[in-house]
């Protein structure tokens, strides 16, 4: 490597920047990877892309010489002041100082079709949700994660990784392909394993797009309390979980009135939440906002 082309360890040491435990920085570090996630996110030259969290600018890069334009979010100053200096004149680069979590998405202009990013995991999961949920706009997702992460957003119905995000992730969005990244590829190399998790957004009119917000309080409501059936979980939920008309009933009938709700969803009155799909879930929802209607 020519003094004139740094490795980007080279250029850390270089910027005396000392990464940062607290906002879960760990750069990618080794180029090799690129052509990895340049398949799975299929790089098109039309592309818009957002990226979260871009780093030493290893990745940020590739996607700028493979697509139109790329969004980089950054909270770190400092590393920002890395990445104008790196990729500041070139004419796809757009650099976007704020916390990813509370940005808003609006404000991205034009709006992204695709997500490629080295994710923060401490933030990762909020992110896949409000990315689905309030960028319509994404189609293809490929994100490097915690395994931990990847393995719950598409767990199969009644794992012990299943749960309210799996639910609601796999609603809106099929996976497509993943794949174990190895700790060398990262500065400093996480204690935690790691996947590259690709995956798209379905092609379909569903409720829960409509009504996001309104479908993820129910399912979560019902994951509050694993080990519960369904009924006892939603019956003792949080106010506006039920119909105002079924929440003003006496525990046993919001309880009988729940039950029909399962069976008519396909499930037995004692089900517990990781027992049901997300379409079930879907349904369910659907049939408990119908009531009185």
């Not at 004419?91 to 808003?104: H, T």
């Not at 517990?272 to 879907?282: C, K, N, S, Y």
């Amino acid at each position: 490597m020519t003094e004139s082309n740094p490795t980007p360890l080279e250029r850390l040491r270089r910027s005396g920047i000392a990464p940062a435990h607290g906002l879960g920085q760990n750069f990618l570090i080794d180029p090799n990877i690129l052509d990895v996630i340049e398949r799975m996110a299929s790089l098109a030259l039309e592309d818009v892309v957002l990226e979260v969290g871009p780093g030493l600018g290893v990745l940020t890069e590739r996607l700028l010489d493979r697509c139109r334009l790329v969004h980089c979010l950054e909270l770190d100053r400092r590393l920002a002041a890395l990445l104008e200096g790196e990729f500041g004149s070139r004419s796809g680069f757009r650099l976007q100082m704020g916390d990813a979590v509370r940005l808003d998405f609006a404000t991205l202009d034009p709006p992204p079709d695709k997500f490629v990013a080295n994710l923060p995991y401490n933030v990762a999961a909020p992110l896949v949700m409000r990315s689905l949920a309030e960028l319509p706009s994404i189609s293809l997702w490929c994100l490097m994660l915690q395994k931990e992460v990847a393995d719950r957003l598409f767990a199969a119905v009644g794992g012990p990784n299943y749960g309210g995000i799996s639910v609601m992730v796999q609603l809106l969005a099929e996976k497509i392909s993943s794949r174990p990244v190895p700790a060398t590829v990262f500065y400093p190399r996480p204690r935690v394993k790691s996947s590259l998790l690709a995956f798209r957004r379905r092609e379909r009119q569903g409720y829960a797009i409509e009504d996001f917000a309104r479908v993820k309080a129910v399912v979560y409501a019902a994951f509050s309390h694993r080990r519960k059936m369904m009924v006892n979980s939603l019956s003792e939920a949080w106010p506006g979980t039920l119909p105002p008309a079924i929440a003003a009933r006496e525990l046993p009938e919001r309880k009988a009135w729940l039950e029909g709700l399962l069976k008519d969803v396909g499930m037995g009155a004692g089900a517990r939440a990781q027992e049901l799909a997300p379409l079930q879930f879907e349904e369910l929802v659907r049939l408990m906002d119908s009531y009185g209607t």
